[in-house]
């Protein structure tokens, strides 16, 4: 065989060759992609509940909660297919019994309730998985009350006994060196009860004052001729303090961390809507306590209530942990123990999308 031939015939068997592995190959990428069975996923699949029932509390604290539901930012980020139930609440000790009773899956609540919730739970029920609100809390009292020396024998409300703004009425009344009593006695009669039956009483000079949050500080100065004797922004160092966490129930955030994870954003929209627009969301949120409570803040006080609150979404974890200390002192909680109480991934992976700092929490 001449050495032409001999080159022709293996130019000839490499073509077949060549031919033969590209058709093997094709077969194979074929069989990989039309077979399920042994195609890998490049996401994991979402998973949602059928219904969210999101709590929350008729205040300008919870604002942030409120301006998500009414811009539907919840609605977007959870998708059509998740039905939106609003929960309300009036304090944070009955919220806290509506995670404890599957009646409510996520809800915006004061520190304290908190602390309680999951102390009483050994932190078994929920987890804090973001913030809401700083500030906007303080002592209104009725006109000839001067001083705090002038509360002895003398009757004042707080929305609900063990909740936030109670803990901060009996710690504040204990650093004056005045007692209370959980059934109403001591130096001090504390009744806990309905904000706006608070404010009915106060106007009605059957209370002497109430140690309430915002819009209510407001409201009775404007139309009970009150007078903030103490606000609470005064007695913290750094003058923020935690008023408002959302806390899941740790079923649901173990069942559906992309509902969470959607949550958390839907409140980062809102926190950005309110800094972006705060006529606007002003305006809407007094409108939404209206629809609730009845009544909406006349607009001439609306910014001085509006002004008391700082909307963030960092829980202000050492904050509430001095809450803790504070509810301890006066005979509401029993420990203080509160590792694992806090899970932000959810939260920080959203911040970090965002270009903003990570939160850490003990």
């Not at 509810?327 to 509401?332: K, M, R, T």
Request: glycine residues 10%.
């Amino acid at each position: 065989m001449s050495p032409k031939t001999k080159l022709k015939r293996c130019r000839s068997v490499v073509r077949r060759i060549a031919i033969t592995t590209i058709a093997a190959t094709i077969a194979v990428v074929l069989g990989a992609c039309s077979s399920p069975a042994t195609a890998t996923p490049t996401t994991a699949s979402v998973v949602m509940p059928s219904e969210l029932r999101f709590g929350y509390f008729p205040n300008f604290t919870h604002a942030v909660g409120i301006v998500a539901l009414e811009k539907g930012y919840l609605a977007q980020r959870l998708g059509k297919n998740v039905k939106i139930t609003p929960v309300i609440f009036n304090a944070g000790p009955a919220a806290i019994e509506g995670l404890f009773g599957n009646a409510v899956d996520v809800t915006l609540i004061g520190p304290n309730p908190t602390i309680t919730g999951f102390t009483k739970s050994a932190g078994a029920a929920l987890k804090v998985i973001a913030g809401g609100a700083s500030g906007g809390a303080g002592l209104v009292v009725r006109a000839g009350i001067t001083s705090v020396k002038d509360l002895k024998g003398k009757t004042i409300a707080s929305p609900q006994l063990g909740n936030t703004q109670d803990v901060a009425l009996r710690y504040f009344l204990k650093t004056q060196g005045l007692s209370t009593t959980t059934e109403g006695g001591g130096d001090v009669q504390i009744t806990p009860q309905d904000n706006a039956v608070a404010l009915a009483g106060f106007i009605a000079g059957k209370l002497d004052g109430a140690w309430v949050p915002e819009p209510w500080v407001s409201r009775m100065v404007a139309e009970g001729g009150g007078k903030e004797l103490v606000n609470e922004k005064s007695l913290w160092k750094s003058g923020k303090f935690i008023v408002t966490n959302t806390v899941a129930s740790t079923t649901f955030l173990q069942k559906y961390p992309d509902a969470i994870s959607a949550i958390v954003n839907a409140e980062l929209d809102a926190t950005a809507f309110i800094t972006a627009h705060p006529a606007e969301a002003k305006a809407l949120v007094n409108a939404h306590i209206k629809s609730i409570a009845g009544k909406s803040l006349d607009p001439k006080y609306l910014d001085s209530a509006w002004g008391q609150v700082d909307f963030t979404i960092d829980p202000l974890p050492s904050t509430l942990l001095e809450s803790a200390a504070h509810a301890h002192s006066v005979g509401l909680l029993d420990s203080v123990k509160l590792k694992g109480l806090y899970d932000l991934k959810a939260l920080n992976a959203a911040l970090v999308s965002r270009g903003k700092a990570m939160i850490t929490a003990p």
